[in-house]
């Protein structure tokens, strides 16, 4: 097996892995803008305030409902099947620790000959 983990065939799968990370963090930040907003509202000292922060409420949990449908039916999200959401919660931590284990940041990362040009050509370098 290669072991240049900068090299682009070693990040099959990486596409899946990422969306499935964007899209919990989303799933975490739109229950958090819930919550936030839930709690303001119960501060609010105007009508106005009230009503604009009701339906910023009702746009985030719309927000949320579409995310948590969209990581259910791909699979990425069982609210409702505890030992599944166990399987992919133990594998998402076996994958951040063989991946904390990788060693990404080599002596050489030289990667000269792998692009058209060079970096310094857009700095202002030789501007051949």
Not at 60 to 67: I, S, T
Not at 78 to 92: F, G, N, R, T, V
Request: hydrophobic share 40%; net charge negative; glycine share 4%.
């Amino acid at each position: 097996m290669n072991n240049d983990y900068l090299d682009p065939i070693n990040s099959l799968h990486m596409p899946e892995l990422a969306d499935t990370t964007l899209a919990m963090d989303l799933l975490i930040r739109a229950k958090e803008a819930v919550r936030n907003t839930a709690v303001a509202l119960t501060e609010a000292a105007t009508p106005e305030l009230r009503l604009a922060l009701r339906n910023q409420l009702r746009q985030e949990l719309a927000m949320h409902k579409e995310v948590t449908e969209l990581m259910v039916r791909k699979r990425w999200f069982h609210p409702y099947e505890l030992s599944e959401q166990y399987k992919l919660d133990m594998l998402a931590a076996n994958n951040t620790v063989k991946i904390s284990g990788l060693n990404l940041f080599r002596e050489d990362s030289s990667r000269k000959g792998m692009f058209y040009d060079t970096p310094d050509q857009h700095i202002g370098g030789d501007q051949a």
